[in-house]
């Protein structure tokens, strides 16, 4: 099943979009991430999205650890969303 987004490569210019993207691609909605996950506020996260602030690194070592998203690709762009398992000898 091909899983469709509403956010285009285009759309992944900023740390903040690929927060989203990451959001969007685990499933969560924006205040199930935003206030439950990260303990902070819908506005917080809003401006994050909009490029306003950086979130903080908190936010990306939880996506990390819990959800496996690749940090790098996470502020950078670089690589895949997913952090590849290392035990997996076809990754």
């Known amino acids: 099943m091909n899983i469709v987004y509403p956010v285009t ?3 992944l210019s900023t740390p903040g979009k690929r927060l989203d993207m990451a959001r969007m691609a685990l499933g969560l909605p924006k205040v ?3 206030v ?3 303990r ?3 506005f917080i996260y809003n401006q ?8 903080p690194l908190e936010w990306a070592y939880m996506l990390k ?3 496996g998203i690749n940090m790098d ?3 950078y762009g670089k690589g895949e969303i997913y952090i590849k398992n290392l035990g997996d000898e076809n990754a």
């Open 9 to 11: 490569p285009n759309d």
């Open 73 to 75: 690709w996470l502020y």
């Open 48 to 55: 994050v999205i909009k490029g306003k602030v950086l979130f």
């Open 32 to 34: 199930e991430l935003a």
């Open 40 to 42: 902070s506020s819908m």
């Open 36 to 38: 439950r996950i990260f």
């Open 65 to 67: 650890d819990y959800y």
